[in-house]
């Protein structure tokens, strides 16, 4: 099990950032770094072999994130087909513009059925992790009639020089750098998604097809997007 999958750590975390927070409060004075965000809020037209047309926020999306956060998505296809969507979510001044990926999913109808780290090696020689959830729901495919589509949901959080797939480290980033270093995190939610087309499209991937195909895509888009920094579990 991931270190901080663990109960046992996640309820020590917990309690180190109450501690943290507490020290936030008592030292005087403002971060170094205040509001600087980590990534570049422009998905490119072009990843790979694959062209992306822009798409607006949801209805959803606008009503339920604070005004000042700054979204952009995009959905992507190649010649063979193949979709990915991607998104960046820039948190603003109310921090409740993050949140996990377990809040927002089964709202919208998708079932978590497993969750890894992934390690991708991207093209500018950087080496990051992102967590891969493999999401089902039941789809109409003709009146009357439903098919299981399997989806991969990978994620990762970009702060100020440095990244992490893990919701717990992100808060305890945000606590010890703020408090030990004086850095202030403007924290941004990067996804990438693809359906599992296998038997729902002619020469549709499989499931490892598909997950291949996103970790590819990642390692040509992170570099794009991101400003700079490493991973951290």
């Not at 030990?180 to 499209?201: E, Q, T």
Request: glycine fraction near 8%; aromatic fraction near 6%; charge should be positive.
């Amino acid at each position: 099990m991931p270190l901080f999958q663990s109960p046992i750590v996640r309820i020590a975390l917990v309690c180190l950032l109450a501690i943290l927070t507490v020290l936030a409060f008592k030292i005087s004075g403002s971060v170094s770094t205040a509001n600087e965000s980590g990534v570049i809020m422009i998905l490119p037209v072009q990843v790979g072999g694959f062209i992306g047309k822009t798409e607006e926020p949801s209805e959803g999306e606008k009503h339920v994130l604070p005004s000042d956060t700054d979204i952009v998505k995009k959905s992507y296809h190649d010649a063979a087909g193949n979709l990915i969507s991607a998104q960046i979510v820039l948190a603003g001044a109310e921090k409740r513009s993050i949140h996990r990926p377990e809040l927002c999913l089964p709202a919208q109808g998708w079932s978590i059925n497993r969750r890894q780290s992934l390690p991708v090696q991207l093209t500018d020689g950087r080496a990051i992790s992102v967590m891969n959830d493999s999401i089902s729901r039941s789809i109409e495919t003709s009146p009357g009639v439903t098919h299981p589509l399997e989806s991969f949901y990978c994620y990762w959080f970009v702060g100020n020089g440095v990244s992490t797939p893990s919701h717990f480290m992100r808060l305890f980033l945000s606590s010890w750098d703020r408090v030990v270093h004086r850095r202030n995190h403007r924290w941004a939610y990067v996804v990438v998604s693809a359906p599992v087309l296998k038997g729902l499209k002619t020469d549709g991937k499989n499931a490892d097809e598909t997950q291949q195909m996103i970790v590819s895509f990642i390692s040509e888009l992170a570099p794009l997007v991101m400003k700079g920094g490493g991973d951290k579990r």
